[in-house]
């Protein structure tokens, strides 16, 4: 691995710090995106969406998508200074993240030259926000079980089903989402992907909120829904494959960078007391901490290592399901230790005189554990790792 960054790489990273500084508003930025990934209010999800269009317009959404699309044809280590400086400004997660990072991908590879014209460009502007209609009451894990249908009909499909745990579902435009063809055929064949208007007549979007108390999903059912034909991506009945694509997207998008957090930890733990004193003055507080962010540079490595893979133009490792379960777990490890560290503060939801960020590690101890199920869980990635990766037996 070469860790330096060539002269154009660094005046490209210091083009994006400087455009992010003049042009995100203050009121936009966040300190964990992560927890706050689906807006609180449509209020703040309109403001997100016109930021979208304002980065989309200066050419900063989708860099890594080809220019025919609207992105910027940015090689890989570019879309790794963007996000590095995006997360450094406090940026928050576009709302049209699943449009931008699964389902657009998934168009331009499987999709008709009408569907890339159709959708591509609106996906980055934010004009169309899209959310993952995947999972079922009885198809999470096992999504090859789902049970909506969707009947041929000629010119469309009749839908008919329910949807559960869809992020944004009720502020999204439009859902891609998986669908049974052929009621007879094998579990794997026999499925579609299909892309549904939102506002179609019959949709029924209902919030489910999360011990956060934030409506961060939904349930969503459909009742003699009208899907055009126009609206298949890939074959009919061979929606599996093109759903594996959407996933691949998914988990290489996974596990993100913990150094911020830890970061977090070690400014509370100068401002939080234990026992009369600073907590970071404890031996216990900074061998806990120094073992956190061991554990997080090494996840740094291991996605640079994956990185590396992918520049010399090698095909994927094990390193998505890797990166996924040790990420994730790691985050939950990062919040509960911040939990140990404030005691009973940790409970508080509103800000105190002592700690005015409370709400903040009470919001990160409640969400963090909900990324180690999303995108499939981490007893899952055990699975994919102890079968393809370690070839052990089933
Ligand atoms: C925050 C959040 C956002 C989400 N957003 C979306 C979304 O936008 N769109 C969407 O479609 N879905 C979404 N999901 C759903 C998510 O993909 C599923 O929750 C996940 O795939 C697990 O499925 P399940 O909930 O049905 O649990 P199940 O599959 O029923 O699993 C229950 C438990 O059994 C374990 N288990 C299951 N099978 C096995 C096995 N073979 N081996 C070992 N253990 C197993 C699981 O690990 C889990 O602990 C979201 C979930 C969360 C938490």
Redesign the pocket.
Known sequence: MDFSYTPEQEAFRMQVRRWLAENLPPELRIDDPVDDWVPASREIFERRRAWQAKMYAAGWVGIGWPKEYGGRGAGLLEQVIFNEEYGRARAPILPGY?GISMCGPTIAQWGSDEQRRRFLKRILSGEDIW?????E???????AAVQTRAEDKGDYFVLNGQ???????QYADWMYLLARTEPGAPRHLGISYLLLDMRSKGVEVRPLV?AAGHA??NQVFFEDVEVPKENLVGPANQGWKVAMTTLSYERGASGGGYDSQIHGLVDLAHRHQIDGRPAWEHDWVRQRIAHLAIESRAAKYTRLRSLTRQLKGQPPGPEGSMLKLFGTELGVRIAFFAAEMLGPYAQLAQPMPALADAPRWQNRVINSR??T????????Q??IIGERTLKLPR
């Not at 009451?137 to 999504?143: E, V």
């Not at 199920?373 to 899952?380: K, M, V």
């Open positions: 699943s959310c993952q209609g995947y999972s009451p009885a198809a999470g894990s096992d999504l949807k559960v745990w869809t992020s944004a579902a999360t961060h999903f909900q990324y199920i999303a995108g499939g869980t981490s007893e899952i055990r699975n």
